[in-house]
């Protein structure tokens, strides 16, 4: 079955820096669309990135546009997050999610970011 | 591209019949998709392209709409249906998702 394993998410002062990763196993994981959603505290969902199959296109919400960076590596089953520049308002479980032209057919169990001093 | 959910929270009992409405600030034909999330899990897609059931999703689910307007339909309300419902639109970037609508215990 899909399985998505987020992992790399923790507490980093405003202005730090993190890379989440997110594992893909039970499909071809090069043939889909990835995306990363993010859930704030009590909050809606809100998407945050979209890469394609062969990483040949990307597209970011503005709030995170020109500090996130997307990729992936179909070599490893592997999508990532670089989270730059992060501010307190990034706080929020982030989620991968089989997806992006697509509905999001699989979502991760999340994990969380919190950006504080 | 804006959606709006309404009601943003309702109380229902088992077996009532829930409505709940997407509407988009613009047109989005029928590029949209209703996911089910309960508390600490993550959301799961419930309907896409705005009226199909995704695999597995039982039957008393149902939507429709196109354009502007859609809805989400439990025919009969179950236990295991208590949880927020999103909408989300697939028809351009930033895919956006609706607010959200609590459905509680009457």
């Known amino acids: 079955q899909v399985q998505l394993v987020e992992s790399g998410g923790g507490l980093v002062k405003p202005g730090g820096s993190l890379r989440l990763s997110c594992a893909a196993s039970g499909f071809t994981f090069s043939d889909y669309y990835m995306s990363w959603i993010r859930q704030a505290p009590g909050k809606g969902l809100e998407w945050v990135s979209y890469?394609?199959?062969?990483?040949?296109?990307?597209n970011y919400a503005d709030s995170v546009k020109g500090r996130f960076t997307i990729s992936r590596d179909n070599a490893k089953n592997s999508l990532y997050l670089q989270m730059n520049s992060l501010r307190a308002e990034d706080t929020a479980v982030y989620y991968c999610a089989r997806g992006g032209e697509l509905p999001l057919l699989d979502w991760g169990q999340g994990t969380l970011v919190t950006v504080s001093s | 591209i804006q959606l709006t959910q309404s009601p943003s929270s309702l109380s229902a009992s088992v077996g009532d019949r829930v409505t709940i409405t997407c509407r988009a600030s613009?047109?989005?034909?029928?590029?949209l998709a209703w996911y089910q999330q309960k508390p600490g899990k993550a959301p799961k897609l419930l309907i896409y392209a705005a009226s199909t059931l995704q695999s597995g999703v039982p039957s008393r689910f149902s939507g429709s709409g196109s354009g502007t307007d859609f809805t989400l339909t439990i025919s009969s309300l179950q236990p295991e249906d208590f949880a927020t419902y999103y909408c989300?639109?697939?028809?351009?970037?930033?895919?956006?998702f609706g607010q959200g609508t609590k459905v509680e215990i009457k």
């Open positions: 989300q639109q697939l028809n351009s970037y930033p895919r956006t």
């Open positions: 890469i394609s199959s062969s990483s040949s296109y990307t």
């Open positions: 613009q047109g989005i034909s029928s590029y």
